[in-house]
T-cell receptor, first 113, second 111 residues
């Protein structure tokens, strides 16, 4: 069975550029989560969707970050403009219900120069 | 607001020794989950505890949920090099819907 699929796996770009991270959740899962992981701050929940609707975006750092889920099988996390402090591993996870087990993708390792 | 503590932050053990990590919440929890992340990998779900005082075992791993549902522990008996990684607790409180991950305990096993 296909797990959560994230792309790209690695992204290196210069500051000021727009970055778009993509996620395909597990088919049938109705909750989707975006996390950011750094050594300093650990694993932070940025936003989560339930049935394609954003439920809690209180973890989104600032207006430079935006997330969308146009349908049940696709979500994007966009950073515009990107800054060096945005460098981190970004994980997407999905679950059948917001309260239950989360299945994580392999993550996108983002480096902003 | 909700605060999650996890101790220790790091643990180095000799292969064959036991290991325990503790997770503490400032508020009562509805459930707690444990995840393991190998170096360079992604968090992988291990188990969920729901009931007060619940104890669950997975081979050499023992998970416990406190009676007051504010703390939990993960104990590994006779560690192996395959146990290396970071162990996270993930908590959901009774008064909020968001899952909050603890800072994690990084385990190193010396062969």
């Amino acid at each position: 069975d296909a797990g959560v699929i994230q792309s790209p796996r690695h992204e290196v770009t210069e500051m000021g550029q727009e970055v778009t991270l993509r996620c395909k959740p597990i088919s049938g899962h109705n909750s989707l989560f975006w996390y950011r992981q750094t050594m300093m701050r650990g694993l932070e929940l940025l936003i989560y969707f339930n049935n394609n609707v954003p439920i809690d975006d209180s973890g989104m750092p600032e207006d430079r970050f935006s997330a969308k889920m146009p349908n049940a099988s696709f979500s994007t996390l966009k950073i515009q403009p990107s800054e060096p402090r945005d460098s981190a591993v970004y994980f997407c996870a999905s679950s059948t219900d917001g309260k239950l087990t989360q299945h994580f993708g392999d993550g996108t390792r983002l480096s902003i120069l | 607001g909700q605060q999650v503590m996890q101790i220790p932050q790091y643990q180095h053990v000799q292969e064959g020794e036991d290991f325990t990590t503790y997770c503490n919440s400032s508020t009562t929890l509805s459930n707690i989950q444990w995840y393991k992340q190998r170096p360079g990998g992604h968090p992988v779900f291990l188990i969920q505890l729901v009931k007060s005082g619940e104890v669950k075992k997975q081979k050499r791993l023992t998970f416990q949920f406190g009676e007051a549902k504010k703390n939990s522990s993960l104990h590994i008996t006779a560690t192996q090099t395959t146990d290396v990684g970071t162990y996270f607790c993930a908590m959901r409180g009774t008064s909020y819907d968001k899952v909050i991950f603890g800072p994690g305990t990084s385990l190193s096993v010396i062969p």
